[in-house]
């Protein structure tokens, strides 16, 4: 373990000089934190696209969950094969492989839907069925083959024995679910693999548990989405910048069935952030006042969300792999990014750009 562990430094030392990270004067280093929400994952893509545009901005660390750490795992293996424009250029295969996989399968908007402009799946047949059996119907019931199209679509997008063993030019930590235990399992870069990928990306109502070593997991959403403590203990970079996709805030008080349910899905999928955060600012305040006297890191958070954009999708759209939506996410995404680093880049290494208080407290 600990060779290997060398080993693979030594690799994303090389792999940052080759990519120029350091060589670049006034770079600066961030770690990022990538959240899941299935298709709404596709923001992502385009807060990535747009960041690693940025010759400056290099990445030492990236903590990731569900959509995030499919986000991550491709983004690194195009970083790693062919720099900058080789993410660029992964991401983009891997959302359309996406597209493409889903535009064979029943959970897709409707002619209606796409007439209208709806972004959800409210008026598709196929996915009220399909919500219904869900709630009677456990993934061992209504798909007992296992099939899961996320898996060739991953397979075919990353290297995962070259990513894990040779090349990966950042530091990955992708969270799952232990169900026996109901703690969380970081998979860090010698452990990153296909299944693991899955493991932090499996919905319990959708898929069969993913077995890893003996034991099953969900998405890792449940208890760290994304988890922060590996991005302190682990990198070099003080700063943090967090990808929401779950909304922190609803203005509107859910009412529906359907609703209800979301708003608990994502208060669950906020909460392992949210006491990570509270921590996370009690230790600033005692170094800020004096109280605390170590080596501790004083931590730099940031983060970059689409709160109103995200607010107006239903929550059937975490599953529209539509290519004109998930184009239209990144967009956003890209929006956002570029609005973040015009306002903040100064910062960086500096001070928070978010009140973690105000924000998550």
């Known amino acids: 373990m600990d060779a290997m562990s ?74 790693a094969e062919g720099g900058r424009e ?3 250029t992964a991401l983009a295969n891997f959302w359309r492989r996406v597209s493409h996989a889903a535009a064979f399968g029943p959970l897709q908007p409707t002619a209606l839907d796409r007439l209208v402009g709806n972004k ?15 709630r009677v119907l456990s993934p061992y ?24 063993t040779t090349c990966c030019p950042v530091k990955l930590f992708l969270s799952a679910t232990n169900v026996r235990t109901g703690k969380v399992r970081v998979f860090a870069n010698n452990e990153i693999t296909l299944d693991s990928v899955l493991a932090s990306a499996c919905l319990p109502f959708l898929f069969q548990a993913v077995e890893i070593d003996g034991d099953p997991y969900w998405d890792g959403g449940y208890m760290g989405n994304p988890c922060i403590f590996p991005l302190i203990y682990e990198c070099e970079s003080t700063d943090v910048l967090i990808v929401h996709i779950n909304p922190l805030e609803r203005k509107h008080m859910p009412h529906t069935a359907a609703e209800i349910l979301n708003r608990i899905n994502e208060i669950s999928f906020n909460s392992s952030l949210m006491r990570e955060m509270r921590a996370i600012s009690f230790v600033t305040k005692l170094i800020d006042s004096g109280q605390l006297k170590s080596n501790l890191k004083r931590m730099l958070i940031h983060s970059i969300a689409a709160n109103e954009a995200m ?14 939506f998930l184009t239209a996410l990144r967009e956003t995404g890209r929006a956002h990014a570029d609005a973040w680093l015009k306002e903040h880049w100064k910062k960086l290494g500096r001070e928070s750009t978010v009140d973690i208080r105000a924000t998550y407290l």
């Open 6 to 79: 060398d080993t693979c430094a030594e690799t994303r030392e090389d792999a940052h000089k080759h990519h120029s990270h350091a060589k670049v004067a006034g770079t600066k280093i961030i770690n990022l934190a990538l959240q899941g929400g299935d298709a709404h994952g596709a923001f992502t893509w385009g807060v990535l696209d747009r960041l690693v545009e940025e010759e400056k901005l290099g990445f030492d660390g990236i903590s990731a969950t569900s959509a995030g750490a499919m986000n991550a795992s491709v983004f690194a293996y195009g970083l």
């Open 86 to 88: 080789g993410a660029k």
């Open 120 to 134: 959800a799946l409210e008026w598709s047949p196929a996915f009220m069925l399909f919500d219904m059996l869900s």
């Open 141 to 164: 019931q209504f798909n007992p083959l296992n099939y899961n199209p996320l898996h060739d679509v991953l397979a075919e997008s990353v290297d995962f024995e070259r990513l894990r």
């Open 311 to 324: 607010n107006e999708l239903g929550h059937t759209s975490k599953l529209n792999a539509d290519w004109e």
